[in-house]
Nanobody, 120 residues
Framework: QVQLVESGGGLVQAGGSLRLSCAASGNIFSIDDMAWYRQAPGKQREFVARIGSAGSTNYADSVKGRFTISRDNRKNTVYLQVNSLKPEDTAVYYC??????????????WGQGTQVTVSS
């Protein structure tokens, strides 16, 4: 069993900041890519940022320069620092991880989501 648990969402004014966290736990041998996606009401889930096991990163154009993804491999945790928030950043943010389990099976796992609401 593997779980991803997100935290850190909330209501913030435009221009504000939040730090999202996602901790993976359970029968984990290793974690490859970790990422954040988001889904706004009435829209499809979209990619936000990705970080590889060695620290390489990718970002959606809409968040470059404002969001920063990082990870702590000792804690199996990925973070998303979100700055200069805009109302269009309002969405449920989901954590993703590609995990090799102790049984040496590889799966994609998702968290339950954390709501970020940006008021204008």
């Amino acid at each position: 069993q593997v779980q991803l648990v997100e935290s850190g969402g909330g209501l913030v004014q435009a221009g504000g900041s939040l730090r999202l966290s996602c901790a993976a736990s359970g029968n984990i041998f290793s974690i490859d890519d970790m990422a954040w996606y988001r889904q706004a009401p009435g829209k499809q889930r979209e990619f936000v940022a990705r970080i590889g096991s060695a620290g390489s990163t990718n970002y959606a154009d809409s968040v470059k320069g404002r969001f920063t993804i990082s990870r702590d491999n000792r804690k199996n945790t990925v973070y998303l620092q979100v700055n200069s928030l805009k109302p269009e950043d309002t969405a449920v943010y989901y954590c993703y991880a590609n995990i090799l389990t102790i049984a040496r099976s590889r799966f994609n796992f998702w968290g339950q989501g954390t709501q970020v609401t940006v008021s204008s």
